[in-house]
């Protein structure tokens, strides 16, 4: 059974940091593609970067580009996105999802993804 517990989520004033973990298990983490996504209120879940299994590219999305990065550690069975410079707009729950078989064109489409954690909050003050 696939599980995956994400972690690092809080209350954080504009400018500052947060580093958001997700640890997969249930799964064989190496052959996976994980990805991060996000849902602000009143908004659509929206992707805000991946880590490809197959090529090793992490797209990410322009709103976030130059202040968060996404990395795995394949050891720990962990996807972790540090995100630098947060703002207020940064405000969302934060979903970690897994994939064991996406083609390139479905990184960033939550439909490529059929395992999802169940989200960690992290609200931004001004």
């Known amino acids: 059974q696939v599980q995956l517990v994400e972690s690092g989520g809080g209350l954080v004033q504009a400018g500052g940091s947060l580093r958001l973990s997700c640890v997969a298990s249930?799964?064989?983490?190496?052959?996976?593609?994980m990805a991060w996504f996000r849902q602000a209120p009143g908004k659509e879940r929206e992707f805000v970067a991946a880590?490809?299994?197959?090529?090793?590219?992490?797209p990410i999305a322009n709103s976030v580009k130059g202040r968060f990065t996404i990395s795995k550690d394949n050891a720990k069975n962990t996807v972790i996105l540090q995100r630098n410079d947060l703002k207020p707009e940064d405000t969302a729950v934060y979903y970690c999802?897994?994939?064991?078989?996406?083609?390139?064109?479905?990184?960033?489409?939550?439909?490529?993804?059929?395992?999802w954690g169940q989200g960690t909050q992290v609200t931004v003050s001004s």
């Open positions: 880590v490809s299994q197959r090529t090793g590219m992490t």
């Open positions: 999802a897994a994939s064991a078989k996406i083609i390139a064109s479905q990184l960033r489409a939550e439909s490529g993804y059929g395992y």
């Open positions: 249930g799964v064989t983490f190496t052959r996976y593609t």
